[in-house]
């Protein structure tokens, strides 16, 4: 299975987009992003998470220039809206035990898929997909599968948080979303992806900022997707696999300057 | 993609083994002689659980996790282990079949483990740290229950958890499907596992959505959901013998969070996208396991999308099984998928239990005493959270 890259979303607390993670410093001071789609009503009740998440999607589908009330969805979270659960924990152990209903909604998995569909009138598929370590070639997986089974374009949204006191939280001191808009067709593609499998390659190297959130292994993908290379990238961080790491194989159509910090 | 069609007819793909352990039973068999009989598995709430209601709790012993698993060794974990093991030896033999790289794994999930979470914050509140050894990101969490699958059955192709709510296990047959069409997987492992914790009986709650009573969905006299636990698990292959997964029809509502779109677009689209994808009418359905949570707003908008599809002059006898079960949240959709598949095999469609006196605003035939036939075609719907809408077609080999 081969795909088409036309658009790519980032969205970190300082990195606003792809090109600013590219330039390898923070560039802005926004503690979060706009994600305009959510107007006024929703946004103020959408998590935090939630917002990174519709922000990446918006810019993916903004680069892509496809239609993001009418493009399928997959999105990949390891632990889903985790501040929202433990606000609830919070609640019911050390508070009065009630659950605010516009919280429980918000905790699902799928609370990014289900505001992002109600924002922009999106009826299309969606599903929202957990895992372990292999989390972003899974993702990639169920997007490239959609596009077999028919769509012309998917965006697959991979978004989490740092896990809060006192769960441990594995060295991550920022949340992530990024986004990649896959097409079966290769017009305004800015790469081509293919060759989805395990390969005996070394794990991506976990970023200071982000320690150990798996989706942190999609950053290597959109780099060289950004940077226009001709590259095998891993899509996992190291996990102690046994079974081989998951890559792709990007090649690069339009090249744009990008020096990613990766130090 | 000609082993899969045969004319304007898709076949599908053979479904060549299921389980499922809930309320009813901690087997396959226990838990289908009930729902033959009509015996509902609803009984007290959990202790913990500061108001009136009644739940699906599974009862009986549930072996640990030990050994290589016992970080593991959580409720939600154990009662999935239960179900997988109940067709341990079809998994082998698709494994063996096929190579155990070339079968996936698809399991649907809302809350993981987070009754044992919910336990360890409040050890935490009590003591100041965190019970021994537990991880919640890797332990008490989607990547721990796909790695208790793993290690149980030795599958070692592709793996996720589908977590869409309450339609998380029936999204799970689509992947699947994505899966085999693209040639990614001979065979899956589709599941779905969910335990009772207080975040999801509280915060239904919190909706003004949890009956005191059980559930009666379809009825005049209904009163809401009674949530309940349970796993279950179906083996789709490329080729084997059993009644097939013919259609996956997804959509979303576009809605609202926690309310259907009461004009009932979004569950219509998802029917009528498996049927398509089945290449059949509406016509051609038998019987409908519907979602049929017992809410006014799910009934009352289930009803009348299923009339749409079906037609006005539809037959086919619909039931909801959360009367039986409760609703069993990210497990639901494969539950009522192994219903569905039973439903096919034997012919027995169960009494749609609580249904009786059925709410006269509910245009369709609902199955208020247990009915024997010939199944064809059964359908199977979940909807969720999000405005997630999922609706599964199975059939018998043409």
């Known amino acids: 299975m081969q795909a088409f890259v036309r658009g790519l979303g980032l969205w970190s607390p300082g990195f606003s987009s792809v090109s600013d993670w590219c330039s390898g410093a923070s560039r802005s001071e926004a503690v979060k992003p706009e994600a305009s789609s959510l107007g006024g009503a929703l946004g103020r009740r959408a998590t935090a998470l939630t917002r990174i998440g519709v922000e990446a999607l918006q810019q993916a589908a903004s680069d892509a220039k496809v239609e993001v009330s009418a493009v399928p969805t997959v999105w990949a979270t390891a632990h889903g809206e985790h501040e929202t659960a433990v606000e609830i924990l919070r609640g019911l152990v050390l508070g009065d035990g009630r659950i605010s209903p516009t919280r429980f909604h918000n905790s699902v998995y799928n609370a990014a898929a289900g505001y992002a569909s109600i924002a922009t009138g999106n009826r299309q598929p969606s599903t929202t997909l957990a895992g372990g370590a292999d989390l972003v070639a899974m993702a990639l997986l169920e997007g490239l599968c959609v596009l077999h089974a028919g769509a012309r374009d998917v965006i697959v949204v991979a978004l989490d948080e740092p896990m809060l006191p006192p769960f441990d939280a594995r060295g991550a001191a920022a949340p992530l979303a990024v986004s990649l808009c896959l097409s079966a067709d290769s017009g305004a593609a800015q790469a081509r992806v293919s060759g989805l499998r395990r390969r005996d390659v070394a794990p991506v190297a976990r970023h200071p900022r982000f320690g150990g959130l798996y989706v942190s292994a999609a950053l290597p993908l959109l780099e060289a997707v950004a940077n226009g290379r001709r590259e095998r990238v891993a899509l996992e961080l190291d996990h102690g696999q046994t079974q081989g790491v998951w890559t792709i194989d990007v090649e690069g159509v339009r090249p744009v300057p990008c020096e990613a910090d990766r130090t | ?398």
């Open chain 2, 1 to 398: 993609m000609s082993a899969e069609r045969s004319g304007s007819r898709r076949i599908g793909y053979p479904i060549t083994a299921w389980s499922a352990v809930n309320a009813l039973g901690v087997s396959t068999a226990q838990v289908l002689d009930a729902l033959h009989a009509g015996r509902s598995g609803l009984s007290a709430a959990p202790p913990a659980t500061p108001f009136a209601t009644v739940c699906g709790a599974v009862r009986g012993v549930l072996e640990p996790l030990i050994g290589d698993l016992q970080r593991y060794d959580f409720r939600n974990n154990r009662i999935a282990r239960r179900a997988v093991e109940g067709i341990e030896p079809e998994v082998q033999a698709a494994v063996e079949r096929w190579g155990a790289g070339r079968v996936g794994l698809a399991i649907g999930s809302s809350t993981a483990a987070m009754d044992e979470t919910e336990r360890a914050y409040e050890t935490h509140a009590r003591t100041g740290s965190l019970p021994r050894d537990f991880d919640v990101q890797q332990h008490a969490s989607p990547e721990g229950l796909l790695h208790v699958i793993r290690t149980v059955t030795g599958i070692a192709g592709p793996g996720v958890v589908v977590s869409t709510a309450c339609s998380s296990s029936a999204k799970a047959f689509g992947t699947a499907k994505r899966w085999l069409a693209a040639d990614v997987v001979d065979a899956v492992l589709v599941g779905g596992a969910d335990s009772l914790c207080q975040t999801t009986l509280r915060g239904f709650h919190a909706l003004a959505l949890v009956a005191s009573e059980p559930a009666r969905p379809f009825s005049a006299q209904r009163c809401g959901i009674n949530i309940g636990e349970g796993a279950a698990f179906a083996l789709v292959e490329r080729r084997g013998t059993g009644p097939r997964l013919l259609g996956v029809g997804e959509s979303a509502d576009a809605h609202h969070m926690s309310s259907p779109d009461p004009q009932g677009h979004g569950a219509r689209h998802a029917m009528l996208a498996a049927l398509d994808e089945a290449g059949l009418s509406g016509a051609d359905v038998d019987h409908v396991n519907a979602h049929g949570t017992g809410t006014r707003l799910n009934d009352a908008m289930e009803a009348e999308a299923i009339r749409a599809v079906l037609g006005a002059e539809a037959r086919a006898l619909t039931v909801s099984t959360k009367g039986y079960t409760g609703h069993l949240l990210g497990a639901a959709g494969v539950t009522e998928a192994v219903f569905a598949l039973d439903a096919l095999v034997t012919g027995c469609i169960p009494e749609s239990l609580g249904a009786d006196p059925v709410d006269p605003q509910i245009a369709i035939a609902i199955a208020i005493r247990a009915a024997q036939m010939p199944l064809r075609v059964v359908l199977s719907n979940s909807f969720a959270f999000g405005g997630s809408n999922v609706s599964l077609v199975f059939g018998e080999p043409v």
